[in-house]
């Protein structure tokens, strides 16, 4: 049986092989490279955007509680070959195309059946129901789509209640442009605390830098969207730098338009409220020192849940805090051959910068890693440098 110790310790070790990886295997080029353009051996994930191929990796490593070297050869070391085929690589790949004809042949291509559909956080899948959980505790899982709840507010009534909290609408269509700085650590506290500055201007440009000590040895985690393209570099990472161009193309520029919340009304589509309910913090190592520092961390809160799409349809799930109005929760899910890859960011200690709530704590959490951010100098209206939005600037020594 799975424990949530066991799921957090697995993301340890993926972040920490992740972390160990010290030289990016490809230099990026000016123009954004497809998966079999980029690495050698791809025989089943060809022709998708790194940003997607990478996030396959992360679904097969949530499903099967794997880390990248139960099936790559001497991955989180030096000596790491990706390209070499391994038994659990081949049945892997073997799966990834049973999982495309199931739903091809059941489901109308629907991808209704993935990875996690079978495996659950095990190598090999249950077979038979367990007594002990037909009788045990339900665990909650709400479905990644939401339909429409009879009881539920509109979600224009949900929105229109966080654009008031935040400050009201007046307020914030002045509001164009956020600085921010303040500190951040990798999930289990990796990188030590990190230095973070974090800029936006109205109304879809958004940057993420996060500078780790030059001891802990971890380079920059940055993320940028400049209104039309968007970077992210994560040096340890297989790739270290490269464009988006996938859905998380997409997310970004949700996550910059989030940045201002008067505009919220016009970002998604196809709006539905469902059930209320209840969201808890990630759990969290106390290492995670910005969850340590003060009382925020493992809080419960009843939310109202808002769903929206954005373009090429890409889902965001929004959960307000019926106390506060205020948006504790974005969850967005981006598309990958073998199914949807979910980022989700959490937003907590919402403080007033000249009469706009905005929040001071920030996780950023996707499937091979986590930073936790806290800000103590939030300004807005202020000059913001625009070249911080594109690309991201060489690697400096510090
Ligand atoms: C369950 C097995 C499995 C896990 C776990 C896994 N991968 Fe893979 N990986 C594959 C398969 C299968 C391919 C080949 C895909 C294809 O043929 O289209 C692959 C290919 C790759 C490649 C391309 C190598 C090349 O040059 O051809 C990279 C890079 C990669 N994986 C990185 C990762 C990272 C990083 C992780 C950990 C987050 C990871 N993988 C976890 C199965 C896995
Ligand atoms: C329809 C159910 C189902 C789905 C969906 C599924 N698998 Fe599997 N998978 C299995 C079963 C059953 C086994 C065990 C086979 C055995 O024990 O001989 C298995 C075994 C594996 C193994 C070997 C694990 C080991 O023992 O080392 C890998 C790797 C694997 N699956 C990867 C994947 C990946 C990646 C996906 C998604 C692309 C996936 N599977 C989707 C049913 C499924």
Redesign the pocket.
């Known amino acids: 049986m799975m424990t949530l110790s066991v799921r957090v310790a697995t993301a340890i070790a993926v972040a920490a092989l992740i972390g160990a990886l010290t030289t990016a295997r490809v230099s990026s080029q000016n123009r954004p490279l497809l998966s079999d353009q980029v690495f050698k051996n791809v025989q089943a994930l060809k022709g998708i955007p790194v940003d997607e191929f990478l996030g ?1 990796m992360g ?2 490593a949530a ?2 509680q ?1 880390d990248c070297s ?2 790559h050869v001497n991955a989180g070391t030096a000596n790491v070959d990706w390209a070499a085929d391994t ?3 081949i ?2 790949r073997r ?2 195309n ?2 495309t004809a ?1 739903n091809q042949t059941n489901f109308g291509g629907r991808q209704l ?7 659950r956080n095990r ?3 249950l ?1 038979t129901p367990t007594l002990a959980t037909i009788y045990g505790m339900p665990t909650v899982e709400p479905d990644d789509v939401i339909t429409q709840f009879p009881g539920a507010d509109p979600p224009e009534a949900v929105l229109d209640r966080f654009i008031q909290a935040s400050g009201g609408a007046q307020r914030l269509a002045s509001l164009t442009s956020i600085s921010a700085r303040g500190t951040a650590v990798g999930f289990g506290g990796l990188g030590g605390d990190g230095s973070v500055e974090l800029i936006a201007r109205a109304p879809d440009k958004r940057a993420t830098i996060i500078l780790f000590k030059a001891e802990t040895n971890r380079g920059d985690q940055i993320r940028t969207y400049d209104g039309a393209t968007g970077w992210v570099r994560t040096p340890l990472n297989v790739v270290g730098e490269f464009q988006l161009i996938g859905s998380d193309l997409d997310g970004a520029r949700v996550d910059a338009q989030l940045s201002f919340p008067g505009q919220i009304k016009s970002i998604f589509t196809n709006l539905k409220s469902g059930p209320p309910t209840t969201i808890t913090d990630l759990p969290a190592p106390t290492s995670q020192s910005s969850l340590v520092q003060g009382s925020i961390g493992n809080q419960s809160h009843v939310v109202d849940v808002v769903q929206g799409t954005g373009p090429r349809g890409l889902l965001v799930t929004m959960y307000f805090d019926q106390q506060t109005g205020l948006l504790l929760r974005e969850l967005r899910f981006g598309l990958s051959p ?2 949807r890859v979910p980022t989700q960011i959490d937003f907590a200690d919402y403080r007033d910068v000249n009469g706009i709530k905005l929040p001071f704590r920030i996780t950023y959490a996707w499937l091979d890693g986590r930073d936790a951010i806290v800000l103590n100098d939030v300004r807005t209206n202020v000059p913001v440098d625009e070249a911080k939005f594109g690309r991201p600037a060489p690697l400096t020594t510090r």
């Open positions: 396959t679904i097969m499903s099967l794997f139960d099936c038994p659990r690589k049945m892997a799966m990834v049973m999982v199931i059946v993935t990875c996690w559909t079978c495996h190598d090999k899948p077979t073998i199914g």
